[in-house]
């Protein structure tokens, strides 16, 4: 019987970014920084070049092994020495440099931000998907009348396309984030127990330089016996920040997907799929559904980020078990909200028909804002054209009447407008105002990023 308790393990998460945070992949990268360190101080004279060629070639997986490094922690109980040794004892002749005027954290920190740097590539890549997806909505239904909603009420038309559009921008801003925080979220650091790179030796910043260079990061140009995590908390939040937004588009298509309304919704097998292990009928938007709970446990993570913040002094250990959790649980979970939200919108059924039909269900209520805006046109007060709707939508709600037959008989609206000026300021698709212009204008911005 499997003894696998976390659902990441199991249930939830994309194999590329499950990868990323493996056990495998973390001893790995703890391995190429060690090995880069070798490599810095044999550059500046510090070890043998033999030394740095030892580590270097010893510095996998291939025999450094998982296996044993736990072996070894379980007698000395410390993570990151029991690396150190396991590494030293596949280097017989230069296993003593291993390490070499360092802290555990100038190595732990410089693998998170190796590991940000290959989760962000990650992630921007599936925002980019999903932004793509977003476009093709918004260019093939830019004409697709829709209402409007406001209050969780008809307000005035609009279209889908304009609806998709909105939601391709805001991914398009996340895409952005990703690639501003890059330079203060994917640092690194080599400057020993508390900052001062005493340890190092006088050529430490030279050091410091070269190893982040080695690996392709940024340096803290200050830091404690840790990077500050102002950074990770930076990052966390944009990862909500992500979260939160495909939270909210999914909620849009349940709302959208309730039988009453019927827009628009998620693609169901009809041949295979089961909605309901009771009701057979069912058409559940399960993974709408799936996307808003785990982007709750996502967001969630933002507050521990914050609490990590605060170390005693140079540092404490506050933060090294809080951040087993949240780093990979709130990278991972956000890229599978990301990634299952893609696969929503790629398959999501919209029924313009459904659309039309509940348009008309307000019997025209949902144009007063248009047939105010015609009255002021010819003359007409604007707030006295407001109390004139104001009392026509209310008689029509009450009595069940068209606006259109109430508006042809008003005397205050007849003195500004004719029969048919009154009918086509009353015309759903007169009044879209510029929703295809403006999920063009998206269209043809986004189409040329990539």
């Known amino acids: 019987m499997s003894d696998l308790v976390c659902p990441l393990d199991f249930r939830y998460g994309r194999r590329e970014m499950k990868a990323i945070f493996s056990e495998e992949h973390k001893l790995q990268r703890l391995l190429d920084v060690e090995a880069a360190l070798a490599r810095a101080h044999a550059k500046v004279g510090n070890i043998p070049a033999a030394a740095a060629r030892e580590i270097s070639e010893k510095a996998t997986t291939k025999f450094v092994k998982v296996e044993r490094v736990k072996e070894i922690e379980a007698q000395i109980r410390h993570d990151m020495m029991a690396v150190v040794k396991a590494l030293s004892e596949q280097c017989p002749r230069h296993g003593g440099y291993v390490h070499f005027g360092a802290t555990s954290y100038d190595i732990v920190d410089t693998v998170n931000a190796l590991n940000f740097r290959d989760a962000i590539e990650v992630l921007r890549t599936i925002l980019s998907e999903l932004r793509s997806a977003l476009v093709v909505l918004a260019d093939n239904h830019k004409n697709t009348l829709c209402i409007g909603r406001t209050h969780g009420q008809h307000a005035i038309p609009m279209t889908f396309g304009l609806k998709m559009a909105v939601y391709a921008m805001e991914v398009d801003r996340h895409i952005e984030r990703l690639d501003e925080c890059r330079k203060r979220v994917c640092v690194g650091k080599m400057s020993g127990a508390v900052g001062n790179a005493a340890a190092l030796g006088k050529h430490a910043m030279e050091i410091q330089e070269l190893v982040m260079n080695d690996l392709g990061i940024n340096y803290a140009e200050a830091a404690t016996q840790i990077v500050q995590r102002d950074r990770y908390a930076e990052f966390v939040c944009i990862l909500a920040n992500v979260a939160t937004s495909m939270e909210k588009f999914a909620t849009e298509i349940r709302n959208l997907q309730r039988t009453e309304i019927g827009e628009a919704g998620e693609w169901f ?182």
């Open 269 to 450: 097998d009809v041949k295979k799929q089961v909605g309901s292990s009771t009701m057979a009928q069912k058409k559940n938007p399960v993974a709408c559904e799936q996307i808003c709970g785990l982007a709750r446990i996502a967001r969630s993570f933002v507050v521990p980020a914050f609490e990590n913040c605060i170390q005693w002094h140079e540092r404490d250990l506050t933060n090294s078990s809080a951040e087993r959790f949240l780093i990979p649980h709130c990278v991972i979970l956000t890229d599978y909200v990301v990634a299952e939200s893609v696969r929503v919108f790629k398959n999501i059924k919209v029924r313009p028909e459904a659309m039309l039909k509940n348009i008309e269900l307000s019997k025209g209520r949902v144009m007063a804002e248009s047939v105010i805006m015609a009255l002021t046109g010819k003359g007409c007060s604007r707030q006295d054209a407001h109390e004139i709707l104001r009392k026509a939508a209310m008689e029509s709600e009450s009595s069940g009447k068209q606006m259109k037959a109430l508006l042809s008989w008003n005397k205050e609206v007849l003195k500004y407008l004719k029969p048919k000026e009154i009918e086509k300021a009353l015309e759903p698709k007169n009044y879209v105002g510029r929703s295809v212009e403006i999920a063009e204008s998206v269209v043809l911005k986004l189409k040329a990023k990539k």
